[in-house]
């Protein structure tokens, strides 16, 4: 097949690493090559990485930047202890664009639907996460705006990571170690506070702020972010809302995805239905954070949605290796209920 990917980010970029091999395959990214910034705070949960990209003759731990002990979990202004099942930081930035190296990648081309020639190609893979540039808007749109800053310490504040949800409980603050000395230090909140917060910690624990990027998240889940495709258009990862809405989680979503995508390549109904189904929990989930985010989670809707709550709960308590971290009820119950 001809085919175009649009976006080469986490799932672009790997569908044009794989699907290049069977197919005669061109990639399209707005950012410049030599300006390409993996918008992210690059954390992730070692074991399913490492799956992931094994199959793909891809060593994930010769990206590894930073590995996790715990994270400082600071709640009502104590801090606790989450033990980390394997989350890391990576280099996201350098994978993405090796996935792409050699291949039929143009950078710096931003597409817009009116002038691309979508029927000069068998598919069109809209791969451009919050623009989904191909495809028809959403109506039940859930977005966080977030920013974050690379920064360089000559000591660092933390020497693992940190989170502090904020107190209206509607976003988080995060500090996730680097290389070296550098570490993310991000904040995204719903109702547009997180500067303040992000300014606060800058000014504490100083440090050389050396990129400043952010974007807004999209944490709806994938039942609402439909349709999947329009004529030969189909969409993946963000795009089509794969990103694990209680903490913001996107890129093992995003590469599962693609990874079904390439698995259905020639059966695009078949990859609709695969997704529904691989990604209908977070339905549940994002039910739970909707009513959270509109601070409507008081402990009579809790019980009311008991039967989402616990969803969301068993989703991660069974599959911790999965999502790098210890899980445990009260500090689930203490994020979602507590006004903090
Ligand atoms: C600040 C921040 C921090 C985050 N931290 C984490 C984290 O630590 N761990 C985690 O799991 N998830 C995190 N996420 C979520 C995660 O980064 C995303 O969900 C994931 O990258 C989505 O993958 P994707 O392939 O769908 O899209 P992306 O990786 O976002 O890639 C989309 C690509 O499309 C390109 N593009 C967009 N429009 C066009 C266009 N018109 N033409 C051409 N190209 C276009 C973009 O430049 C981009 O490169 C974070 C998100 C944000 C915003």
Redesign the pocket.
């Known amino acids: 097949m001809k085919i175009a990917i ?9 569908l044009l690493h794989t699907l290049s091999k069977e197919h005669e395959v061109q990639g ?4 410049k090559a030599g300006e ?9 949960a070692k074991s399913e990485m490492e799956r992931i990209f094994a199959r793909i003759n891809i060593d994930f731990n010769d990206y590894v930047f930073f590995n996790g002990s715990h994270i400082n979990l600071e709640l009502k202004g104590k801090i606790r202890k989450v033990g980390c099942k394997g989350l890391v ?1 990576y280099d ?1 930035h350098q994978l ?1 664009l090796d996935l792409t190296k050699g291949l039929n990648a143009k950078y710096g ?4 639907p009116n002038t691309f020639p979508s029927d000069e190609y068998d598919l069109v893979i809209d ?5 989904r ?1 191909m495809l028809p808007k959403i109506t039940d749109q859930l977005l966080v705006p ?3 800053y690379m920064v360089e310490y000559e000591k660092l504040p933390y020497d693992d990571f940190y989170v502090k949800p904020f107190s209206t409980a509607s976003g988080y603050f ?1 500090y ?1 170690p680097l290389m070296k000395n550098t570490a ?1 230090v ?1 904040a ?1 909140d719903y109702y547009r506070k997180h500067m303040e917060e992000l300014d606060n910690f800058n000014k504490k624990h100083g440090g050389k702020i050396i990129k400043k ?6 944490l709806s889940a994938p039942e609402v972010c439909q349709p999947f495709t329009q004529g030969n258009v189909v969409g ?4 089509i809302g ?3 809405p209680l903490i ?7 590469l599962q ?2 990874e079904i995508l390439h698995r259905n390549i020639n059966d695009i109904p078949g990859y609709v239905e695969e997704v529904k189904e691989h990604f209908k929990v977070y339905s549940d989930v994002y039910k739970v954070i909707k009513l959270k985010m509109n601070n409507k989670l008081s402990p009579y809707t809790f019980i009311k949605n008991s039967g989402a709550v616990w969803t969301t709960y068993r989703t991660m308590k069974k599959q911790e290796e999965r999502f790098g971290l210890e899980v445990r009820v009260r500090d689930m119950a203490e994020i979602l209920l507590t006004r903090l």
């Open positions: 649009i976006g080469l980010g986490v799932a672009g970029s790997y399209f990214e707005m950012q390409f910034n993996a918008v992210c705070a690059w954390g992730a930081t996201k993405e081309e931003r597409i817009t791969a451009t996460s919050l623009q540039v977030c920013v974050e995060w996730f993310y991000g995204g990027i952010g974007r807004p998240i999209r993946v990862g963000e795009a794969t990103v694990f913001g989680e996107g890129i093992i979503p995003s995805c693609a």
